[in-house]
């Protein structure tokens, strides 16, 4: 069941040389940073604002290295 939380992912752009900030479900939605710090930041302000949310943060090769989550899980419906 797909749940109602937010969920950014910073990864490595494909030219390997900036870090990404994208939506999960919004295809169009990224940012672009010249660090992968100034791309957690940003991350983790706006999911703060946008809870509840989910940050995961992947290493330069694309793996998962970890994830913070903010806010309640959302309530799940039972229909």
């Given at each position: 069941?797909?749940?109602?939380?937010?969920?950014?992912?910073?990864?490595?752009?494909?030219?390997?040389?900036?870090?990404?900030?994208?939506?999960?479900?919004?295809?169009?939605a990224r940012?672009?940073?010249?660090?992968?710090?100034e791309a957690?930041?940003?991350?983790?302000?706006?999911?703060?604002?946008?809870?509840?949310?989910?940050?995961?943060?992947?290493?330069?090769?694309?793996?998962?290295?970890?994830?913070?989550?903010?806010?309640?899980?959302?309530v799940r419906?039972?229909?």
């Open positions: 069941m797909a749940s109602n939380r937010t969920v950014y992912h910073v990864v490595p752009a494909a030219s390997g040389k900036k870090w990404l900030i994208t939506q999960e479900g919004n295809d169009g940012e672009e940073f010249a660090t992968k710090g957690i930041d940003v991350a983790n302000q706006w999911a703060r604002k946008q809870q509840p949310s989910q940050v995961k943060v992947h290493r330069s090769n694309g793996n998962m290295e970890y994830e913070s989550t903010y806010g309640d899980d959302p419906s039972t229909s």
